[in-house]
């Protein structure tokens, strides 16, 4: 049996319960939205590392490596005025511990002092244990304001590829794995600036996060592991292409495009998209700065307070079980989020 399966030991009940979400997830991982794919070279470009960055020969995938002397990473070739932006991922094995691998859309380049920011960030590993990572935004170099939460995966993300997707619209953002939304954040007036307007591109790294990546600096990166590797096919990067230079100073032409990237199926979180949001938020979130009341006494505008989730949190937005789950999972059968996606497509 796979090793990651067998690490956390126990009974055989949790051991049956996980290898059902080990065979979900591999059935989910082949189901995507209906997007059209780019090889590397379409829509992307090397930003630093280039001797760690390895094109495979077909330019259908690319390779992120780390090692002693330095990470890598891509960037797209254009900004973006809304879009969604999506890539099959795989992460790096075995100890991989203070490494970030973060997918995400930014304009720091071009708005050094008030940037906009979306990210997938994950955030290292101990072998044997669950992946964890982190989602965050940024809106007009609001970076004193963070709106993070972090989680769990339900399945290891080092042992086939899965799809990391943000759809980002004026309206909201949804951050998806798979078909599997895991998180929106719903445009409010309050937000102001805070939320992300102006273009952005994509872009993809590996690099050192010794210092906080992994159990707040607990664990450091081995290099004795090294390389480590993270690759990167099935590109999509769907959106109105614009120059944010003129996205200042006059409105750019994206109503038709936005309009019907709006319409897409990606745009709207159905009834069995939502209930597997709402499962994975149960099992799988272990912070959220809505919870945070340390940090913010009365939460951000967007947070949307619900009780039986808060009731979950402590003041520090926090679990109060700690960041396992494995009180709650010896009590209630944990499900895959992504069966109930499963369950509204056989429908």
Not at 319 to 330: A, W
């Amino acid at each position: 049996m796979d090793a990651w399966l067998c690490s956390n030991g126990g009974s055989n009940l949790f051991l049956l319960r996980m290898l059902m979400i080990f065979c979900f997830c591999n059935f989910v991982a082949n189901a995507s939205f209906n997007v059209s794919t780019i090889r590397f070279n379409e829509g992307l470009s090397p930003l630093f590392g280039d001797s760690n960055l390895v094109r495979s020969p077909d330019g259908k995938s690319v390779r992120l490596l780390l090692d002693r002397f330095t990470g890598s990473g891509f960037i797209s070739s254009k900004m973006y005025n809304h879009g969604f932006f999506s890539a099959r991922i795989k992460l790096p094995s075995d100890y991989t511990a203070g490494i970030v691998v973060a997918f995400y859309t930014s304009n720091g380049d071009v708005f050094e002092k008030n940037h906009d920011e979306l990210d997938f960030e994950f955030l290292g590993n101990i072998d044997g244990k669950p992946w964890r990572f982190q989602t965050n935004l940024y809106g007009n170099g609001s970076t004193n304001r963070g709106r993070e939460e972090r989680y769990r995966l339900w399945f290891d993300p080092s042992k086939e590829f899965h799809r990391y997707s943000i759809h980002w619209s004026a309206h909201n953002i949804i951050f998806y794995i798979d078909e599997v939304p895991i998180r929106e954040v719903v445009r409010n007036e309050a937000m102001g600036g805070d939320y992300p307007s102006k273009p952005m591109s994509l872009y993809a790294t590996i690099w050192d996060a010794s210092n906080w990546a992994t159990s707040g600096g607990k664990y450091k990166v081995n290099y004795k592991y090294a390389p480590f590797v993270s690759e990167f096919k099935d590109f999509v990067l769907d959106g109105c292409a614009s120059d944010p230079i003129q996205e200042v100073l006059e409105a750019s032409n994206c109503t038709n495009l936005n309009a019907r990237l709006n319409a897409r199926d990606f745009a709207t979180i159905t009834a069995g998209r939502r209930a597997a949001m709402r499962n994975f938020r149960e099992h799988y979130m272990y912070y959220s700065y809505c919870y945070d009341l340390l940090r913010y006494p009365t939460p951000p505008p967007e947070c949307v307070i619900i009780s039986t989730e808060q009731q979950r949190f402590k003041n520090t937005g926090r679990l109060k079980f700690g960041g396992s789950h494995r009180r709650r999972s010896k009590r209630r059968n944990k499900k895959n989020p992504s069966d109930f996606v499963n369950n509204e497509s056989s429908m």
